[in-house]
């Protein structure tokens, strides 16, 4: 058993992403199975359009915003649970929150 302070996790900017960080709370070498990572994304700022052979979730921690996935955007906000299927082109928009933070949970791959 761990506890983790996201605080304590190295804040990363996300490659190809617009004002967005990145912090791995659990990675490969804590956990088997899954990684969570939370996500800032600042006013004005989006995460890469992009899609990939897995699922993964999402829950909104602070702020409001868009899930895209190249054609529709769809309003998230606070306390809302995101799925995103495995191929499923998507990207997260931040407009008008001073910050868009996101838990994301990816399955590891060994």
């Known amino acids: 058993m761990k506890v983790i302070d996201k605080n304590d996790v190295k804040e990363e900017v996300v490659e190809k992403a617009n004002k967005t960080t990145i912090r791995w709370l659990i990675d490969e070498n804590l956990a088997e199975n899954f990684a969570m990572r939370y996500f800032v994304i600042r006013k004005g700022g989006n995460s890469p359009l992009h899609s990939h052979n897995w699922e993964h979730e999402m829950f909104v921690v602070k702020g409001e915003g868009y899930i895209f996935d190249g054609n529709q955007k769809l309003k998230v906000k606070e306390g809302n649970a995101i799925f995103i299927g495995p191929n499923e082109v998507h990207q ?18 060994k």
């Open 92 to 109: 997260l928009i931040n407009e008008y929150s001073e910050t868009l933070e996101v838990i994301c949970l990816i399955p590891i791959k």
